[in-house]
């Protein structure tokens, strides 16, 4: 009776230590999994986007004012010769059909008037956040928000906002006070809900084309997305100051048709089976013409609920290919790994916490010594940074 109760808990012990190993090794191949993975997603986009379809037009190619504002109804049959001549002649003369004209209930509108004896702004940050979200903001208000001048090149940075939809009054009353002291948030009286993402997203441009129109580029950038301005700068300082989109593209991402899927869309909100290319949401960057033409364009197209979707569908109006470059991680692969951050020019999935020691982290880091440890996600990006 003893030894079979002993020999039951050696086997227990056994047990354990073979689920502990296996744990283990579990994490490891996890972890080497999600690199590789990682890995193959970028290949796969270089691969995609060096095949940047110039024939895209040809799937989406409108017709006309007609058509303009129904997505669904664009034809996808007109050749790309045919496209382009349309779009010479191309004129919006439609109808409206979004409404953008809320009212502001905080505006920092004076923040682009800088003083004639300097350059204008060069890159305009926008933030789109929640009203809810004040601890993330104080962290994104230290690391971009303070930001004025790199390289001689004048950067703002400005919140962008919907009204609460809970305790609405206490929340604008807290709203107020950080509003005076920071002068940095742009709060419209909208609904700020997860559904609003693409009507945020236009009140952004709107507030960019309207108080900061001599910016040469506006920067959409998420609350998790640390940006590398050592990186950015020199970027856009070479970068066509016209017609002008750059981010991570998509450029024949599929909509989902499972219905059980939180991104389901269905035949009605979009029938293709591509979506037109995009630079996909957590950063990208306009040339201030490319913001105005899709400000204008946007108001004649039906909403769609992706943001970064619906920025595309303009810019497939607008015939604006968005240029595609690897340094915009969208997969995070960086993480905080100062070494990584170096090399991109923004990084996706950063925690507060995190985005709060990146950029100290990165001063102190010794380049020689321990960027070893990051070799393989080096040569990852040593791809893609030309
Ligand atoms: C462009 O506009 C002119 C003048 O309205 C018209 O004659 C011509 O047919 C148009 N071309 C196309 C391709 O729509
Ligand atoms: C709204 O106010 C109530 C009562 O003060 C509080 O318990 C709740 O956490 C608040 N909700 C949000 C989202 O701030
Ligand atoms: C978006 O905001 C508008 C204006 O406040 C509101 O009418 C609408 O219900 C909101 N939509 C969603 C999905 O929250
Ligand atoms: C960086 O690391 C290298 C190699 O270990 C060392 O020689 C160098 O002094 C370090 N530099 C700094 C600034 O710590």
Excluded at 171 to 187: A, G, P, Q
Excluded at 310 to 320: A, R, T, W
Aim: some cysteine.
């Amino acid at each position: 009776m003893a030894k079979k109760y002993r020999n039951t808990g050696r086997k227990r012990n056994v047990l354990l230590l073979f689920l502990l190993v296996s744990c283990n090794v579990f994490i490891l191949m996890a972890t080497l999994y999600q690199l590789l993975e990682s890995k193959q997603l970028l290949e796969e986009s270089v691969t995609a986007s060096t095949e940047l379809t110039n024939d895209v037009s040809s799937y989406f190619a409108g017709s006309g004012d007609d058509e303009f504002s129904d997505p669904t109804q664009w034809s996808i049959t007109k050749t790309q010769e045919q496209f382009s001549a349309i779009l010479s002649n191309y004129t919006l003369t439609g109808s409206n059909v979004n409404n953008f004209d809320f009212p502001y209930l905080f505006n920092p509108s004076g923040i682009c008037n800088v003083p004639r004896s300097i350059n204008n702004v060069f890159v305009l940050m926008m933030t789109p956040i929640s009203p809810l979200k004040a601890d993330k903001r104080a962290v994104i208000r230290n690391v971009r928000g303070r930001l004025k001048e790199v390289d001689g090149y004048q950067i703002r940075h400005v919140f962008v906002m919907g009204r609460p939809t809970v305790n609405v009054s206490s929340i604008l009353n807290t709203l107020k006070l950080e509003s005076d002291t920071f002068m940095d948030l742009v709060v419209l009286d909208f609904d700020d809900s997860y559904y609003n993402l693409t009507l945020k997203t236009m009140m952004l441009l709107r507030w960019a084309v309207t108080y900061c129109p001599n910016a040469k580029y506006v920067m959409k950038v998420d609350d998790d997305v640390f940006v590398n301005l050592d990186n950015l700068i020199p970027l856009l300082s070479e970068a066509p100051r016209e017609g002008y989109a750059v981010g991570y593209v998509y450029v024949q991402s599929k909509p989902i048709r499972k219905t059980w899927n939180k991104w389901y869309v269905s035949e009605e909100e979009w029938s293709y089976e591509f979506y037109p290319p995009y630079p996909t949401g957590p950063a990208y960057v306009l040339s201030m013409d490319v913001a105005r033409a899709v400000l204008k364009s946007a108001r004649r197209i039906r909403m769609f609920r992706m943001e970064d979707v619906y920025i595309g569908m303009n810019l497939l109006k607008l015939s604006i290919k968005p240029v595609h470059h690897n340094g915009f991680d969208r997969y995070g692969i960086c993480q905080s790994l100062p070494c990584c951050v170096r090399n991109v020019i923004a990084t996706h999935y950063i925690t507060s916490v995190r985005m709060a020691t990146l950029p100290r982290r990165m001063e102190q880091l010794n380049y020689t010594k321990s960027c070893h440890a990051t070799k393989v996600i080096k040569k990852i990006h040593r791809l893609e940074l030309s």
